[in-house]
């Protein structure tokens, strides 16, 4: 069982940034590839960002490649990501989640998953 926990989220002004964190429990934080994902009012679930637990390989979703940056550090069994220029779109829920496979970029892939934090960005 792992339990993940987000923070970092807030409101900032487009073109901002800012830099989320995903703190988990548990001694078995590099088993899991780690990801992100958010869901904005109205509309369902979408995949963000993850980081495999292998070879740390990066995957994003078109609309954040250039822009939000996923990172993760196993000695504190955190997750990251980063977000730069962020734009009034990126509005919404961010939850990060935790797979027990290499690539996981379906929203049915993960096994774990944060209460959410809420990025409101302005015009």
């Known amino acids: 069982q792992v339990q993940l926990v987000e923070s970092g989220g807030g409101l900032v002004q487009a073109g901002g940034s800012l830099r989320l964190s995903c703190a988990a429990s548990?001694?078995?934080?590099?088993?899991?590839?780690m990801g992100w994902f958010r869901q904005a009012p109205g509309k369902e679930r979408e995949f963000v960002a993850c980081?495999?637990?292998?070879?740390?390989?990066?995957y994003y979703a078109d609309s954040v490649k250039g822009r939000f940056t996923i990172s993760r550090d196993n000695a504190k069994n955190t997750a990251y990501l980063q977000m730069n220029s962020l734009r009034p779109e990126d509005t919404a829920v961010y939850y990060c989640?935790?797979?027990?496979?290499?690539?996981?970029?379906?929203?049915?892939?993960?096994?774990?998953w944060g209460q959410g934090t809420q990025v409101t960005v302005s015009s």
């Open positions: 989640a935790a797979a027990g496979r290499d690539l996981a970029l379906k929203y049915d892939e993960y096994l774990y």
């Open positions: 980081i495999s637990r292998t070879r740390y390989s990066t």
């Open positions: 548990g001694r078995t934080f590099g088993y899991y590839t």
